[in-house]
């Protein structure tokens, strides 16, 4: 089981959720974050400092925004397992459900 990043965070990447993740497993897109499924240890230290409320449990994701437990796990499927965020700075892509998105307030 994982954490997953949903809609809320598109555009606003606050990355409060960084500073607490004690793993270094919450890498950044060009307009969202993302939780490695593999590296997250479910600790949960993200979800609480999240302003916009955009982490959730995978079995809490909201429906509307189910999809993003997919694009939170496909994100990584050429990236594999860095092992670690910090080594890698943004990442200048995004998945294409968050890609396709308009651009968020």
Not at 84 to 99: E, V
């Amino acid at each position: 089981m994982t954490y997953v990043i949903a809609q809320p965070c598109v555009d606003i990447k606050d990355k409060a959720c960084i500073d607490e993740c004690p793993v270094d497993c919450i890498y950044e897109g060009e307009r969202s974050l993302y939780i490695h499924p593999d590296e997250c240890v479910d600790c949960g230290a993200c979800e609480p400092v999240c302003p916009v409320e955009a982490i959730y449990y995978e079995d809490d994701v909201p429906e509307q925004w189910a999809e993003y437990y997919k694009a939170n796990v496909e994100f990584f499927d050429e990236l594999g397992s860095p092992g670690g965020a910090a080594k890698m700075g943004m990442i200048p892509l995004d998945h294409p459900i968050i890609a396709a998105l308009p651009p968020q307030a």
